[in-house]
């Protein structure tokens, strides 16, 4: 395409976009053969979608510099389009705004080799760079902002799917086929063995990225399997986490994922007692011991608590003494020198109080039954709180 005289800017602008667009589908292939050696991101794009979307991009970057326009909605549109897309098949941004880069390149590539056969002056060619460079930089924020929307759209939807996959997992909601599938895609050995465990969100604030962190690599897996149930964080774990006092974490034992759902039953019983009890750190069902029976049997623990302790909370101060020495008796394991020494008092003041707890409760420490009934009263008050305690603690 040849004319003999340059007229005004707009009709040389006219002749060049023309002459390019002749060459349309020839520079639309340069680009995307600079996509796909550039970035793995863009080499298993169809390569019908990849053409149209380059192609449609040049067209509205040549109407704008055509026109001597900054870019407007119709450019941010387009951006927008093609940056949630990319998003979603997976391209990162960066390579996105790559190609906006190349493809300016090629095209004003073209352009310069028209500029220079029709004689174009060189004030109009670097206002024609100006704004294709301004096109190229418009269409990437707006493109950079779509793919970031679309990625924690994607992130969100990820961790929403996961987490309904780890509830489902966790209460045996999952048929045989269902569990094989959705763990093998969630990375967890369908034969391997884990352990459920329930984690109590109550008081964490800037704590919780480091629960996250080592639950995280305790799963053995690339993300987090957890789930919020009931206010508290819940999934499963091949190892114990290695976590600080500050977290309460209750472990299930280990077992296969077809009965994970008991292992969760036995977290979560757990963290029920560790969290009555006032304790931290983390803790398994075997170290609980029979602490949950405590609460288990909470209507048992009621009456007992009735019948052989109300006599010594009347007695006050003096009833808390006894409380604390019973209590420091049994830790000892029944030696009253051990008790005095802890206590800082006399061995008869050991005894004296010992006998004056007899008197009082009906409960004589040396017979098996009644030292188990005193140490699960005992037990029964160091929750936090006590269920179903209306009376005073003494």
Not at 77 to 95: F, M, N, S, W
Not at 193 to 221: C, E, K, N, P, V
Not at 230 to 249: I, N
Not at 351 to 375: K, N, P, Y
Request: charge should be negative.
């Amino acid at each position: 395409m040849e004319i003999s005289t340059v007229g005004d800017d707009r009709s040389v602008l006219t002749a060049i976009t023309a002459a390019i667009l002749e060459r349309l589908d020839e520079l639309t292939d340069r680009c995307i053969a600079r996509f796909r050696q550039d970035s793995d991101g863009y080499r298993d794009l169809p390569a019908d979608e990849l053409h149209a979307a380059t192609a449609a991009g040049i067209r509205a970057g040549l109407a704008s510099v055509t026109q001597l326009t900054a870019p407007g909605e119709e450019a941010a549109a387009y951006a927008a389009r093609i940056g949630e897309l990319r998003a979603r098949q997976g391209v990162p941004v960066e390579a996105v705004m790559q190609t906006f880069h190349v493809a300016a390149q090629v095209i004003l590539g073209a352009w310069d080799q028209e500029a220079t056969r029709l004689d174009v002056p060189t004030e109009l060619v670097l206002r024609v760079h100006d704004l294709s460079w301004a096109w190229a930089n418009f269409v990437m924020a707006h493109a950079a902002r779509a793919h970031g929307r679309t990625d924690l759209e994607l992130a969100r939807h990820d961790t929403e799917r996961r987490a309904e996959f780890v509830r489902d997992l966790l209460f045996g909601h999952l048929d045989e086929v269902q569990l094989e599938a959705l763990c093998g895609a969630n990375g967890l050995r369908i034969r391997g063995r884990y352990m459920a465990f329930r984690a109590s969100l109550d008081g964490i604030t800037d704590g919780s990225a480091q629960l996250h962190r080592a639950l995280q690599r305790a799963a053995g897996t690339s993300h987090p399997l957890t789930a919020l149930i009931d206010g508290d964080l819940a999934g499963v774990v091949s190892r114990s986490p290695e976590l600080d006092r500050a977290h309460t974490v209750a472990l299930g034992p280990a077992v296969e994922l077809d009965q994970i759902s008991k292992s969760f039953a036995i977290a979560s019983e757990s963290l029920e007692t560790v969290r009555a009890f006032g304790r931290d750190g983390v803790h398994t069902a075997d170290r609980l011991g029979v602490l949950p029976a405590l609460l288990i049997a909470s209507g048992l623990g009621q009456r007992l608590d009735e019948q052989h302790f109300s006599a010594l909370d009347e007695l006050g101060t003096f009833g808390d003494h006894l409380q604390e020495t019973v209590r420091t008796y049994l830790a000892s394991e029944r030696n009253v020198g051990a008790t005095a020494h802890k206590m800082s008092v006399h061995p008869n003041s050991v005894r004296h109080r010992l006998d004056r707890f007899q008197q009082t409760t009906g409960l004589d420490l040396r017979d098996t039954d009644s030292l188990v009934i005193a140490w699960w009263i005992l037990r029964r008050r160091e929750m936090t709180p006590p269920p179903d305690m209306t009376g005073p603690r003494g």
